[in-house]
C-alpha cells in the first residue's frame, strides 16, 4: 500500500512542521517527500556484493513545502 500524491505532499508537509519537535527517519520513494526533506541519504547496491551510500544535504530553496 502506498500514498497518493496529495496525501505524500500533505504528509510531508505535517513532518516538516513537526521535525522541529523530533527527529524523523523516512522510508520514500516518492518525489515530494524527498524534496521536503533537508538531507536525504541514499542506498543502492553496486557492482558486485558492495553497497553504495550517498549523503546529500539539500539547499533550503528545496525545502520549502
Do not use: H
Amino acid at each position: 500500500m502506498f500514498l497518493d500524491g496529495a496525501n505524500v505532499e500533505r504528509l510531508a508537509k505535517m513532518i516538516k512542521q513537526q521535525a522541529q519537535l523530533a527527529q524523523f527517519i523516512v522510508v520514500s520513494l516518492r518525489r515530494p517527500m524527498i524534496e521536503s526533506a533537508e538531507r536525504t541519504i541514499g542506498v543502492t547496491q553496486a557492482r558486485g556484493a558492495y553497497t553504495q551510500v550517498l549523503g546529500i544535504k539539500l539547499s533550503s530553496s528545496n525545502t520549502s513545502a
